[in-house]
């Protein structure tokens, strides 16, 4: 039997029908006293059971990759399990446990690669836990959750600029509305890893320590206009902050920093709060291409707009796709990005950009340039073939804390880092949620090493052979 509330009965303006509604009559114009007939099982029972389905999937992840420096393996197992309740409510938990010979992102390293909680080894290697899940109710124009894991927000093909998926997950809520089809709104709510030890509340028992470590916590809003059909104009803004929570930061609707100034009147400009704004253009009017644009500002003044002496905080990406054409099954893409000194970084420790020590904005953080092409092609429905270039290039590495005047600090200037690599990578889909690849990729890093992973230092050629389940 179908146990849901059917829905009200609205006028014109919305407002609630509360007016009998009229009675179902018979043939002679008799009211009908009878109860409707009940859905009923094969052996004529009632049925009251919601609809459910449960589904578990294995995460396998194996990689192997061989190059001047030896062999480095990647090794990821484990568990998820997604289904539904009913009609309007899902769930998903996943579980893995990975290991790496050497460690291929930290909290330092230039790469793209997600990073983890690392249980590190001696000889350079570690392994770490893994775990994500979520329980959504969902309706005809929106949704609502809580969640654990990464996000991602701002159009990319080589890194996000505004949230990017390398700082491990965490939990928050999520909500997402289109009530209309010119309009959505999309809002995060979180709680972050500060690795701060709180001296205060951390206290010796025994032959052992408790160690509590400060809050931190992250929302962020993004509404997104659809004008004309294909094209999206979103703006956003987010804040992190500390220590206590703040019930005024998880009202959806908001421009967080002028929170802070009501907040922290006192503070001025620094606060009690690090918050960002940001802008992302999509479109995809131009049949077979896609056009795009990122903006990301973490301090901006209008007077600085026009100092050649000074600059604001802000970091861009912008590039476009071109797809099915002039062939079929063929993929063109040119992507730039240009993030500013001290874009992402903060003055006070507790409301720096990232989580467990991870950046939350672009991989390679501020003062950095990037030029990423790509030629996608599948010739076959399950095999693809990538053939891609990337630029890279990072300058002084200043620090917020030290610099007397952070907005003056050279722009552009002396090279710390740079990596120059072609990549060409294949993969063929075996079923559904499972893949082999093949890759090899040559590529020149030079400056500071503790940029990048040991075993990938000046010039290597890397061959890269593995298999993907349910990742």
């Not at 018979?26 to 009632?46: I, Y």
Request: charged share 15%; proline share 6%; with cysteine.
């Amino acid at each position: 039997m179908n146990t849901e509330k059917p829905p009200q009965e609205r006028g014109p303006g919305g407002e609630v029908n509360t007016e009998n509604p009229p009675q179902e009559r018979g043939p002679g114009g008799e009211v009908n006293t009878e109860n409707p007939p009940q859905e009923r099982g094969p052996g004529g029972e009632v049925n009251t059971e919601l609809p459910f389905s449960l589904t578990l999937v294995p995460l396998i992840n194996e990689q192997f990759s061989f190059n001047e420096y030896g062999t480095i393996n990647k090794s990821e197992i484990g568990t998820a399990i997604f289904g539904n309740i009913g009609r309007h409510i899902g769930f998903s938990f996943g579980i893995s446990k990975g290991f790496q010979s050497e460690q291929l992102a930290n909290t330092v390293y230039f790469t793209p690669e997600p990073g983890q909680r690392w249980n590190p080894y001696s000889g350079g290697g570690g392994d770490y836990f893994d775990w994500t899940g979520q329980v959504m109710a969902s309706w005809k124009w929106g949704s609502f959750g809580i969640i654990r894991d990464r996000i991602n927000w701002g159009n990319n093909y080589n890194g996000a600029n505004i949230f990017i998926s390398k700082p491990p997950s965490f939990p928050h809520i999520r909500l997402h509305v289109k009530p209309a089809k010119w309009i959505e709104f999309s809002f995060i709510s979180g709680m972050l890893q500060s690795n701060l030890v709180d001296s205060n509340r951390t206290f010796s028992e025994g032959d052992g320590t408790k160690t509590f470590y400060r809050q931190k916590y992250l929302t962020a809003n993004l509404v997104t206009f659809i004008p004309w059909k294909d094209l999206n104009i979103s703006f956003g803004n987010s804040v992190i902050y500390g220590d206590k929570f703040e019930l005024a930061y998880t009202i959806p609707l908001l421009f967080y920093k002028s929170v802070d100034h009501t907040m922290n009147p006192e503070a001025g400009l620094t606060g009690g709060t690090n918050s960002q704004m940001f802008l992302d253009i999509s479109s995809r009017q131009i049949r077979h291409l896609h056009l795009y644009l990122t903006l990301f500002a973490d301090e901006f003044k209008m007077s600085r707009v026009y100092s050649s002496k000074e600059h604001n905080f802000l970091g861009w990406k912008g590039g476009f796709r071109l797809s099915g054409f002039p062939i079929q099954n063929l993929s063109f893409t040119a992507e730039g990005t240009s993030t500013l000194p001290m874009v992402y970084q903060h003055n006070v420790i507790i409301t720096t950009f990232e989580s467990d020590g991870y950046n939350f904005g672009n991989y390679l953080r501020d003062n950095s340039r990037e030029v990423y092409l790509s030629l996608d092609y599948r010739p076959l429905s399950r095999l693809l073939v990538a053939l891609s270039y990337t630029w890279s290039w990072h300058g002084d590495n200043y620090v917020y804390a030290t610099e007397p005047n952070p907005t003056t600090v050279p722009v552009f200037q002396n090279m710390t880092w740079q990596n120059r690599s072609f990549c060409l990578f294949s993969s063929w889909s075996l079923s559904g949620n499972a893949s082999v690849f093949l890759s090899y990729e040559n590529s020149l890093k030079k400056g500071d090493v503790q940029f990048n992973s040991p075993s990938f230092q000046g010039g290597t050629n890397t061959v890269s052979a593995g298999v993907r389940v349910g990742f």
